[in-house]
């Protein structure tokens, strides 16, 4: 319809007041703060000191995260439930809740969990050392204070293991094999002190890896074996697994605190915008100035609930200058039954300020082109109830509200025109089917071809009354008015065979583009460059063209959904099962379908309008309009 109108907003107030009415910006949330020209203007910056509440907004998010819900969701239920609500009005309440000693409380818990958990895995490190030595039985004192002789243990390679013996059997040292696994074996070696250069010179030559029980020799308390040391470390890692066990137990028990935590997250979150907010003003010793935007249809009410705030508040409205042009947001304004429709708009990127939205006359050609597109019946039910069924029970806000809606909306379309023009669930209604692209594809080609043609044509008439807006008079009416006279003149002369009249106006739409497209002055240069421009009805063609990607999506589908139904045909007749595996085909086949279909529907129906529609008129480019407004990430703050 129209790019909504703004007004800038003034403010001017005192600086004790500031944060308090930021914060009551936020509750109203229809106004949009800009930061100021503070050096041109002499005034202060407020200092932005945000990394505490970062700091807490991390710290209970992980506590969030980590705490089990009183009244546990699963699957659609937790999906669909919607936001706790609390009244904006209880938010300094809120903070006044002991949330820093839960979150340390639960902090230390958890750090003394890490803790343990840690000590359990040092555990597991020594029994994978010790394990290979199981075998050693005897008293680990029994293997120390030896005056004249070394003991050492070694890990070498199993195919080392017979040379080793070999050359230290010519030594006088004993050697003997605790225990040996597939790639790895562990020896004990006791040789006299005098012998220590020629039993290492021996064990240069080989790869080995010594082992020293020295650590554990200060824990013995008598004769422990290995063994012994081992169910130590197991008693060891009981306790421990007990203690986590516990703590994990105190740990659940913070979860009636889940939904305070979640409420003063949100909060806190406010707080914090509301200090970047408040840090866009200028200030002076005494005073601070906020500017921004509001729609120009909230004004009245702004000022009103301003004065209700304080009557110390200066509150200036007035129309934005032309130097202030490129700084205005953009606030689409459509019909309750058109918004939905904005969502294609603002993927492709809002309107530059003074230019046209596009959304009201997207709307129709998108609805009917997916419609085309997917052309299923039964699709579009299953969408439409549900899209329905999700915005009834979670009650979603703002931008996934309205992708929502246009997939209700989608849905009907595809009820609409798969009755029309495709089947349900790929069984054709046949005394309601209008055109079979199946069995006749061509009429619907022509079809798809005649909706191109239309909005490429609405295109066209857009570009003339964009060119009109800027002063471009003889422009718009002339080259822009030419294509428009030109082309359904072309294409109705050929059809109806009728040259008189609509050969006069071809001819009057052509020398319009000849002679007015060029900005030259020089006649010869002005008629070729027009003649040129003139060669520019190959675009209009090839984008009409492009159009004919409705009848080939239209088929995939509806073929798709025929195969489906004769492969589960076909699976019905098997013995016992058939009937299983012929609805596990049937409902798989069809969701499948259903999923890439409205894919393919969605994404072409979206690039038409992006390069055949948009790239004659359109010209984005628009800052959208963000208020100052409470966020609501865990919980909904209302009124």
Known sequence: MAIAAVKRMEVLLPRTELEGFVSYLQELGIAQLDPLPYEELELASSPLELTEYERWLGRINHVIQNLPETEPKKGLEKLLAPKPKYSASLRKVLLDYGYQKVVEDYEALEAKRAQLWQ???????????????????????????????????????????????EQLTEQPAAVSVISAEKNLAYILVIYHQSLKEEIEAIFSGFKFTYISLESYFSRLKGDEKVSDLLAQLEQQKSRAREEINELEKQMTSFAVHRSPLMAVY??????????????????????????????????????????????????????????????IPVILDNPEVIKPFEVVTTLYGLPRPGGIDPTIYLAPFFFVFVGLCLSEGGYGLVMALLSLFYLKKAQPKG?????????????????????????????????????????????????????????????????????????????????????????????????????????????????????????????????????????????????????????????????IAMVVNSLAQIAWGFPFIGWLVAILIFAGGHLFNLAIGLLGAFV???????????????????????????????IEFIK
Not at 120 to 126: C, L, P, T
Not at 607 to 626: D, M, N, S, T, W
């Open 399 to 559: 931008g996934t509200r309205l992708f929502m809606t246009l997939l209700f909306y989608l849905g009907l379309s595809n009820m609409i025109f798969g009755t029309l023009f495709g089947g349900w669930f790929g069984f054709p209604i046949k005394p309601l089917v209008l055109i079979d692209p199946i069995k006749n594809p061509i009429p619907y080609l022509i079809l798809s071809l005649a909706l191109g043609f239309i909005q490429v044509m609405l295109s066209t008439f857009l570009s003339l009354v964009k060119e009109f807006r800027r002063g471009n008079k003889v422009t718009a009416i002339a080259v822009k008015g030419g294509w428009l006279l030109l082309l359904p003149s072309l294409l109705f002369y050929f059809l109806l065979k009728q040259p008189p009249l609509l050969g006069i106006l071809t001819l009057v739409g052509a020398a319009g583009i000849v002679f007015f497209s060029s900005p030259s002055r020089n006649i010869f240069a002005r008629f070729f460059n027009g003649l040129y421009a003139l060669y520019g009805i190959t675009n209009y063609f090839s984008d009409t063209l492009s159009y004919s990607r409705l009848l080939a999506l239209g088929l995939a589908t509806g073929v």
């Open 266 to 327: 949100d909060v806190l979150l406010n707080e914090k915008q509301k200090l970047a907010a408040a840090s866009l003003a200028g200030l002076t010793e005494k005073t601070a100035w906020l500017a921004g935007w509001v729609p120009a249809s909230e004004a009245d009410y702004l000022a009103e609930r301003v004065s209700r705030f304080s009557q110390d508040i200066y509150l200036n409205l007035r129309e934005p200058k032309p130097e202030e042009r490129d700084d």
């Open 604 to 634: 072409h129906s979206m690039r038409l309008q992006f390069v055949e529609f948009f790239g004659r008129f359109y010209e984005a480019g628009g800052k959208p309009f963000q208020p100052v407004k409470l966020v609501n990430k865990y």
């Open 119 to 165: 000590n359990i895995k040092q555990i597991e490190k020594e029994e994978e050392f010790l394990k290979p030595l199981l075998a050693l039985d005897a008293p680990l004192r029994h293997l120390t204070g030896f005056d004249c002789c070394q003991l050492k243990m070694a890990e070498v390679k199993r195919e080392d293991l017979e040379n080793i013996k």
